[in-house]
RNA sequence: GGGUGGUUAGCUCAGUUGGUAGAGCGCUUCGUUUACACCGAAGAUGUCGGGGGUUCGAGUCCCUCACCACCCACCA
């Protein structure tokens, strides 16, 4: 059955992709040789939320790509997939859902809500994988893993072990100090209602107002404030001031205000430290404090302090001694009824009126009233309209507020420095190295990083509380009790799971001895029979007063228990994905896999999760098993639409993979993203681009389709070893294989993916298909040549095939196993190493000479409008040797491209024929009435014209002294000889144009 | 405010140690010669953002200016 002539990707990809998984081409290992050194990739895990898009289509080709060229070199290869639990981003999609249904997550049981979300990650795990799939992303499936595996609550079929490697991490840093709790002001986002890290805010420029406000100073002070200034700027007139003004894009923040701050040099108001403000409203007194973050070039030097509500005051208070004040709701709303910090030293009078107008009022209602209640009080001092930088949730879109919680934190001071040894020592290099530069200075700045999130769906935190007590005491102290941090949880044959001892609070204390601070080293002695887990402290004083009253009256010392409760927050995703690249090999457990293929060989990302997750990985990889989590880090740019905008959702300008796969098939829309992975260059997408590569995966089947109506592939059995030719094109055609392979190996070693792809779209297209196919045609047709021809050809399409098959795996694979008798198939076909050696210089001289002429001829016919149907003679004025053997050898090759029918010498170019000019020698067209002689003067004056202007350039640089002393010897012997030869070739134009100019 | 990258043909972009500019698309002309019209042949188009410097020689190295994009940090 003949070919069809193009190839039908719809049909043949899902079929060529599922025989190779059911054939498990893509396990680790496979098609290693004995011995082979590994390669391996982590795929950077999609977060389960979701849809594929161009950016994963374009990473998970460039990691196809190093993976199938691996694997065909031998590499004992690993491509690592999986996906993220991204806790955030998925809770958020789940309550969504919920939303629709008119219900919240509080709705639900913790575990109802995150067994709701485990259906949501299985649903979508599977549509990641099937776009991946339609991709051809040759990732070893079996292996598949996911940040959450194992972890409490997880369905059957989602067992694992990265929960494990998470939770002992964590035990292991707590042990080590490296990750503490501590209250401290983080980014809250209000609509999630959790903290977020320092990378997850963004800021937005927002349209604001700076309004000022007038604090009066308390026990009549007074400050002197320049009224007037000479020309010099120094002040001629004061005015006595009983007043400070503090101005604030935020007043509602005013309520937590403790301290007013001036600059401890400042002449204007060194007298007011220590002394005191009064905070309108309420009646506060606010501490006058020097510290030298006040500018007294700023507005009027004085700025308020809210510690508990800004980031800068937090610092001024630490070092000043002022009280934070938390006067918010973790929604965002305020918080003054029943806050005693808050009421503590106000006037009863303020208090009454401000809790009853602002208690439980969203902060921007909370600001109209303030703004308005000072302006009718006359305290507000004007404002202005102010465009500043306001910082947001990434994810929610909603303004952060700066709030004062309890948090973990990882103390990353104290392992970021190995992380930055690795890429400074080059053990860890990053490529485009321009990217260096910014993980350098990331790092070398890094704030703790918080770690604890106020979520359900997550790794929650492996530590229990407890109650600080005497826990020998009949009675229940008096007072609230404290809590007292007991420990990460830990056994000292490994790793528990949280949730083998959630819900068995009865079994508790068969594991409290186990606790990594031991019960009985608690700051307090304890004395009790067991430890039961209860959900939260409220339940724990209950439980104990219950256990302590039971036990005055039985007086029966084993009803005395002792309640703990977990923390409820779950960690930071970046957290565990921080960890993919060891947690997806086995560890802790130390496999095979991971003594194999870790550390990895390369990662590919994108720049936008460098400091999300490289450097993060870099640093646990280094604090948890001190190694290094890979070798190379490529960082790819963004994939834009056409027009170089961020393809975004809001913005519809989306181009979804499949839908392109779907229209082009996949190996067009990879080609495309290879030959666009420019280093470090956003690439822009149009669809124009792939229907053109879409068009070379139809020439390469053509090229294919000629072979087998010639009978190429008849008796072709696979072989790597390149056939010893001895026509002329076809040694020449076996050393430009040759140099293609050099080419893509050199390209791809040095991650040039770009020069790889466009590369052998120049040779398969411009060389094979453009001159060998033609060159082959006579060939074939001549009994002395066809054998060795066919041979030739069929070697040279195997080639080919290889060298695009990790670039476009499917038309390739197609083409392989339709053809020839293949041992395998192509995705594991050996990948050749032939070189230089295969370069015959001669046979490469020769042809050049040869597609010179016909060039040549071609161009002269076409600019003389000669119709292109119409077979000419060609006339040989004069020839040197090489020229000569170049014509007896491939006479009918030039022939039949050039259409000339014969060949016959002439002394000189005769009248009413055009001149062709060939290195080493001149042939003429005869076209006497065909042409006309002014037609044929102006395409000679033309060419010369364009000789003329290189060689004053060549002869300006020869007749230079100084080049001739300083250039190089190959590069002045290289513009002799270029001078000589287009001094030849116009010499022979001139005499040309000379001639017709006779004759006219 | 700090930093990074970019500015090359009408469009999108390559251009690796400095040796005299390329590709694809688009455009023009011609063409269905037994692989391919998702094709073939031929052709036109660039003071390589401006200015200065180093050099025999600069798209490439240095300085400077302009504009664009992005990242980081924020001024109450």
């Given at each position: 059955m003949p070919m069809e002539k193009t190839f039908d990707a719809a049909e043949a990809e899902a079929r060529i992709y599922a025989r190779w998984d059911q054939d498990g081409c893509f396990a680790a290992g496979a098609n290693a040789r004995p011995g082979a050194d590994p390669f391996s990739i982590m795929i950077p895990p999609p977060n389960v939320t979701g849809a594929l898009h161009m950016g994963h289509a374009f990473n998970n080709t460039l990691q196809d790509i190093l993976t199938r060229?691996?694997?065909?070199?031998?590499?004992?290869?690993?491509?690592?997939?999986?996906?993220?639990?991204?806790?955030?981003?998925?809770?958020?999609?789940?309550?969504?859902?919920?939303?629709?249904?008119?219900?919240?997550?509080?709705?639900?049981?913790?575990?109802?809500?995150?067994?709701?979300?485990?259906?949501?990650?299985?649903?979508?795990?599977?549509?990641?994988?099937?776009?991946?799939?339609?991709?051809?992303?040759?990732?070893?499936?079996?292996?598949?893993a996911f940040t959450m595996s194992g972890a409490p609550g997880a369905p059957e079929g989602e067992e694992g072990n990265f929960h494990d490697a998470v939770i002992k991490v964590f035990v292991d840093l707590y042990d080590k100090g490296l990750i503490y709790r501590g209250k401290r002001l983080v980014n809250w986002d209000p609509h999630f209602e959790t903290a977020i890290s320092d990378l997850e805010v963004e800021q937005v420029e927002t349209d604001g107002h700076?309004?000022?406000?007038?604090?009066?100073?308390?026990?009549?002070?007074?400050?002197?404030?320049?009224?007037?200034?000479?020309?010099?700027?120094?002040?001629?007139?004061?005015?006595?001031?009983?007043?400070?003004?503090?101005?604030?894009?935020?007043?509602?923040?005013?309520?937590?205000?403790?301290?007013?701050?001036?600059?401890?040099?400042?002449?204007?108001?060194?007298?007011?430290?220590?002394?005191?403000?009064?905070?309108?409203l309420i009646g506060r007194r606010l501490k006058i404090v020097a510290d030298s973050y006040a500018d007294p070039d700023k507005g009027t030097g004085a700025v308020k302090m809210t510690p508990a509500h800004d980031f800068n005051d937090w610092a001024v208070g630490e070092r000043t001694g002022l009280q934070a004040i938390n006067v918010m709701t973790p929604r965002?709303?305020?918080?003054?009824?029943?806050?005693?910090?808050?009421?503590?030293?106000?006037?009863?009078?303020?208090?009454?009126?401000v809790i009853q107008a602002l208690d439980g009022l969203d902060r921007y209602k909370a600001r109209e009233w303030i703004v308005e209640t000072a302006d009718a009080e006359g305290w507000l001092d004007g404002m202005d309209a102010d465009r500043h930088m306001v910082p947001h949730g990434d994810r929610s879109k909603v303004a952060i507020e700066p709030y004062l919680t309890d948090q973990w934190f990882v103390d990353t001071a104290r392992i970021v420095q190995p992380a930055l040894d690795a890429v400074r020592d080059g053990r860890t290099k990053i490529l485009p190295e321009q990217h260096e530069k910014v993980y350098f200075h990331?790092?070398?700045?890094?704030?703790?990083?918080?770690?604890?999130?106020?979520?359900?769906?997550?790794?929650?935190?492996?530590?229990?509380?407890?109650?600080?007590m005497w826990a020998d005491s009949a009675t229940l102290p008096a007072g609230d009790l404290d809590e007292v941090d007991l420990g990460a949880l830990l056994l000292d044959d490994g790793i528990v799971h949280a949730g083998d001892h959630h819900h068995a609070a009865t079994d508790f204390g068969a594991v409290a001895k186990a606790f990594h601070k031991d019960i009985a080293s608690?700051?307090?002695?304890?004395?009790?029979?067991?430890?039961?887990?209860?959900?939260?402290?409220?339940?724990?004083?209950?439980?104990?007063?219950?256990?302590?009253?039971?036990?005055?009256?039985?007086?029966?010392?084993?009803?005395?228990?002792?309640?703990?409760?977990?923390?409820?927050?779950?960690?930071?995703?970046?957290?565990?994905s921080g960890l993919w690249p060891i947690g997806t090999l086995g560890w802790p457990e130390d496999t095979p896999e991971l003594r194999r293929y870790f550390p990895t060989s390369v990662l590919i990302t994108g720049f936008d999760i460098i400091f999300f997750w490289v450097a993060r990985m870099m640093m646990m990889q280094l604090a948890v098993v001190n190694q290094i989590p890979f070798h190379t880090v490529y960082v790819h740019a963004l994939v834009r639409d056409e027009k170089g905008k961020k393809m975004s959702k809001s913005l519809g300008n989306v181009l979804d993979p499949l839908d392109l796969i779907d229209d082009f098939g996949a190996d067009a829309v990879r080609f495309t993203l290879t030959s666009m992975a420019a280093m470090g260059r956003d690439l822009k997408l149009s669809k124009d681009r792939i229907a053109g590569y879409r068009n070379f995966g139809t020439k390469i089947w053509n090229a294919a389709r000629f072979a087998e109506m010639n009978g190429v592939w008849e008796n072709h059995a696979t072989h790597i070893t390149p056939p010893r030719p001895t026509a002329t094109?076809?040694?020449?055609?076996?050393?430009?294989?040759?140099?293609?392979?050099?080419?893509?190996?050199?390209?791809?070693?040095a991650y040039r993916f770009n020069?790889?792809?466009?590369?052998?779209?120049?040779?398969?297209?411009?060389?094979?298909?453009?001159?060998?196919?033609?060159?082959a045609k006579p060939l074939l047709a001549d009994e002395a040549t066809a054998a060795e021809t066919r041979e030739t050809m069929a070697w040279v399409l195997d080639q080919c095939l290889i060298l695009l098959h990790p670039i476009m795996p499917f038309v390739t694979e197609e083409l392989w196993s339709t053809t020839g008798h293949r041992p395998k198939p192509l995705i594991w076909a050996d990948w050749p190493t032939y070189g230089a050696d295969l370069i015959d210089a001669d046979a490469d001289r020769e042809m050049n000479w040869v597609i010179a002429l016909i060039e040549e001829i071609r161009s002269a016919r076409a600019q003389m409008h000669v119709p292109v149907g119409l077979k000419l003679p060609l006339l040989r004025i004069e020839l040197d040797a090489a020229g000569r053997a170049a014509w007896d050898n491939n006479a009918a090759l030039i022939q039949r491209l050039a259409r000339i029918d014969s060949?016959?010498?002439?002394?000189?170019?005769?009248?009413?024929?055009?001149?062709?000019?060939?290195?080493?020698?001149?042939?003429?067209?005869?076209?006497?009435?065909?042409?006309?002689?002014?037609?044929?003067?102006?395409?000679?004056?033309?060419?010369?014209?364009?000789?003329?202007?290189?060689?004053?350039?060549?002869?300006?640089?020869?007749?230079?002294?100084?080049?001739?002393?300083?250039?190089?010897?190959?590069?002045?012997?290289?513009?002799?000889?270029?001078?000589?030869?287009?001094?030849?070739?116009?010499?022979?134009l001139r005499a040309a144009l000379a001639r017709l100019a006779e004759l006219a």
């Amino acid at each position: 059955m003949p070919m069809e002539k193009t190839f039908d990707a719809a049909e043949a990809e899902a079929r060529i992709y599922a025989r190779w998984d059911q054939d498990g081409c893509f396990a680790a290992g496979a098609n290693a040789r004995p011995g082979a050194d590994p390669f391996s990739i982590m795929i950077p895990p999609p977060n389960v939320t979701g849809a594929l898009h161009m950016g994963h289509a374009f990473n998970n080709t460039l990691q196809d790509i190093l993976t199938r060229w691996h694997r065909m070199r031998g590499f004992d290869t690993l491509w690592q997939p999986g996906t993220d639990h991204a806790g955030i981003a998925t809770q958020m999609v789940v309550e969504r859902e919920l939303a629709a249904e008119g219900k919240s997550r509080r709705d639900f049981s913790r575990d109802d809500f995150v067994a709701r979300v485990w259906q949501q990650k299985v649903k979508s795990r599977g549509n990641i994988r099937g776009q991946l799939e339609r991709l051809g992303a040759s990732c070893d499936w079996s292996r598949e893993a996911f940040t959450m595996s194992g972890a409490p609550g997880a369905p059957e079929g989602e067992e694992g072990n990265f929960h494990d490697a998470v939770i002992k991490v964590f035990v292991d840093l707590y042990d080590k100090g490296l990750i503490y709790r501590g209250k401290r002001l983080v980014n809250w986002d209000p609509h999630f209602e959790t903290a977020i890290s320092d990378l997850e805010v963004e800021q937005v420029e927002t349209d604001g107002h700076m309004w000022r406000l007038r604090y009066q100073l308390a026990d009549g002070l007074t400050y002197d404030h320049p009224t007037a200034f000479d020309e010099d700027g120094n002040p001629t007139e004061y005015e006595a001031r009983d007043y400070l003004t503090v101005a604030t894009t935020r007043p509602e923040t005013m309520l937590g205000d403790t301290g007013i701050a001036v600059h401890p040099d400042d002449p204007r108001y060194t007298h007011l430290v220590g002394k005191e403000a009064i905070l309108p409203l309420i009646g506060r007194r606010l501490k006058i404090v020097a510290d030298s973050y006040a500018d007294p070039d700023k507005g009027t030097g004085a700025v308020k302090m809210t510690p508990a509500h800004d980031f800068n005051d937090w610092a001024v208070g630490e070092r000043t001694g002022l009280q934070a004040i938390n006067v918010m709701t973790p929604r965002a709303a305020m918080w003054l009824k029943d806050n005693a910090d808050f009421a503590e030293g106000c006037e009863d009078w303020g208090l009454t009126r401000v809790i009853q107008a602002l208690d439980g009022l969203d902060r921007y209602k909370a600001r109209e009233w303030i703004v308005e209640t000072a302006d009718a009080e006359g305290w507000l001092d004007g404002m202005d309209a102010d465009r500043h930088m306001v910082p947001h949730g990434d994810r929610s879109k909603v303004a952060i507020e700066p709030y004062l919680t309890d948090q973990w934190f990882v103390d990353t001071a104290r392992i970021v420095q190995p992380a930055l040894d690795a890429v400074r020592d080059g053990r860890t290099k990053i490529l485009p190295e321009q990217h260096e530069k910014v993980y350098f200075h990331w790092l070398e700045n890094i704030e703790p990083w918080c770690i604890s999130r106020q979520l359900w769906w997550g790794h929650q935190i492996p530590v229990w509380y407890g109650l600080n007590m005497w826990a020998d005491s009949a009675t229940l102290p008096a007072g609230d009790l404290d809590e007292v941090d007991l420990g990460a949880l830990l056994l000292d044959d490994g790793i528990v799971h949280a949730g083998d001892h959630h819900h068995a609070a009865t079994d508790f204390g068969a594991v409290a001895k186990a606790f990594h601070k031991d019960i009985a080293s608690l700051p307090q002695p304890l004395n009790v029979a067991r430890v039961v887990e209860v959900e939260d402290k409220h339940a724990a004083i209950e439980a104990l007063a219950a256990s302590l009253a039971d036990y005055a009256v039985s007086q029966d010392p084993t009803h005395l228990i002792y309640p703990v409760w977990r923390d409820a927050d779950v960690l930071d995703t970046w957290f565990s994905s921080g960890l993919w690249p060891i947690g997806t090999l086995g560890w802790p457990e130390d496999t095979p896999e991971l003594r194999r293929y870790f550390p990895t060989s390369v990662l590919i990302t994108g720049f936008d999760i460098i400091f999300f997750w490289v450097a993060r990985m870099m640093m646990m990889q280094l604090a948890v098993v001190n190694q290094i989590p890979f070798h190379t880090v490529y960082v790819h740019a963004l994939v834009r639409d056409e027009k170089g905008k961020k393809m975004s959702k809001s913005l519809g300008n989306v181009l979804d993979p499949l839908d392109l796969i779907d229209d082009f098939g996949a190996d067009a829309v990879r080609f495309t993203l290879t030959s666009m992975a420019a280093m470090g260059r956003d690439l822009k997408l149009s669809k124009d681009r792939i229907a053109g590569y879409r068009n070379f995966g139809t020439k390469i089947w053509n090229a294919a389709r000629f072979a087998e109506m010639n009978g190429v592939w008849e008796n072709h059995a696979t072989h790597i070893t390149p056939p010893r030719p001895t026509a002329t094109v076809n040694r020449w055609i076996v050393g430009e294989v040759a140099r293609a392979r050099l080419a893509v190996d050199e390209a791809l070693a040095a991650y040039r993916f770009n020069d790889a792809a466009n590369g052998l779209y120049a040779f398969v297209w411009g060389k094979v298909c453009d001159w060998y196919v033609e060159f082959a045609k006579p060939l074939l047709a001549d009994e002395a040549t066809a054998a060795e021809t066919r041979e030739t050809m069929a070697w040279v399409l195997d080639q080919c095939l290889i060298l695009l098959h990790p670039i476009m795996p499917f038309v390739t694979e197609e083409l392989w196993s339709t053809t020839g008798h293949r041992p395998k198939p192509l995705i594991w076909a050996d990948w050749p190493t032939y070189g230089a050696d295969l370069i015959d210089a001669d046979a490469d001289r020769e042809m050049n000479w040869v597609i010179a002429l016909i060039e040549e001829i071609r161009s002269a016919r076409a600019q003389m409008h000669v119709p292109v149907g119409l077979k000419l003679p060609l006339l040989r004025i004069e020839l040197d040797a090489a020229g000569r053997a170049a014509w007896d050898n491939n006479a009918a090759l030039i022939q039949r491209l050039a259409r000339i029918d014969s060949l016959t010498d002439a002394p000189s170019v005769p009248k009413g024929a055009i001149t062709i000019a060939a290195e080493g020698g001149l042939f003429a067209l005869p076209l006497e009435g065909v042409i006309d002689i002014a037609a044929e003067q102006a395409r000679l004056a033309k060419t010369l014209e364009k000789l003329e202007k290189d060689l004053t350039g060549l002869r300006g640089r020869l007749s230079n002294p100084k080049f001739v002393e300083s250039a190089p010897e190959d590069v002045v012997e290289e513009t002799r000889d270029l001078m000589a030869q287009k001094d030849d070739e116009a010499g022979k134009l001139r005499a040309a144009l000379a001639r017709l100019a006779e004759l006219a």
